[in-house]
């Protein structure tokens, strides 16, 4: 990959063209910042919070499995536990580039034991979660292709995928506009704090087609506020 200076800003110029795509949603592409900006000027509390944190763009999940098996290890555990977990997955079962690791394909997981993720810090409960979503029948390519309700329908049909991890792939994999994780204990205190209301579900309506950049404005906007 070569990175060079310019006038309008910083130019990526991946070494392989395949990498375009994957590369524009790592760093958020598809995010409209542009209308949300314009959106947001007309909301009090946004407003604030697209200034202080302007040209934020939430990153994203190339890889639908990795998406999902990224929240199932999430679940009830601080992030940083979560991370701990994920870098022993990755060291154990992903293929090595250089001294580097990438995700473990969905095809390497479903050959595992649940009893070897749990090696590397899963609990029982996660581990089978995770290698029955490996092994399962569910095309994870074809969800882009449906809307939302179907998208979460799908998922929470699986073992392991709850309406939380449902709500962050729309939100993180696929930048579903209206995903809004409601049940994120996060967001539950980010909308206390700058909306003075305990449930989530009671604001949604009122970002209009920006639910999902809203959610993430307000996470971030708690976690530096002043």
Known sequence: MRIDAA?????????????????????????????????????????????????????????????????????????????????????????????????????????????????????????????????SDIDLGALASLPDEQVKARLVALPGIGEWTADWFLARHLARPNAWPAGDLGLRKAVLHFYGVSDPRALKGQFSRFANLAAHYLLVGLRVRA
């Not at 314009?38 to 999940?61: D, N």
């Open 7 to 135: 006038e309008e800003g910083v130019r990526i110029e991946p070494g392989e063209p395949a990498l375009v795509e994957q590369v524009r949603r790592y760093l958020g592409g598809p995010f409209d910042l542009n209308g949300f900006a314009a959106f947001a000027a007309t909301e009090p509390v946004l407003a604030g919070l697209v200034e202080r944190l302007r040209g934020l763009r939430p990153p994203l999940a190339p890889d639908p499995f990795e998406a999902l098996v990224t929240s199932i290890t999430a679940q009830q555990v601080s992030l940083r536990a979560a991370f701990a977990i994920r870098n022993r997955l990755i060291r154990a079962f992903g293929e090595p580039f250089g001294r580097a690791y990438a995700f473990p394909k969905r095809e390497r997981i479903a050959l595992a034991e649940p009893a070897e993720l749990v090696t590397v810090g899963f609990s029982r409960r996660k581990a089978v979660y995770t290698v029955g979503l490996a092994r």
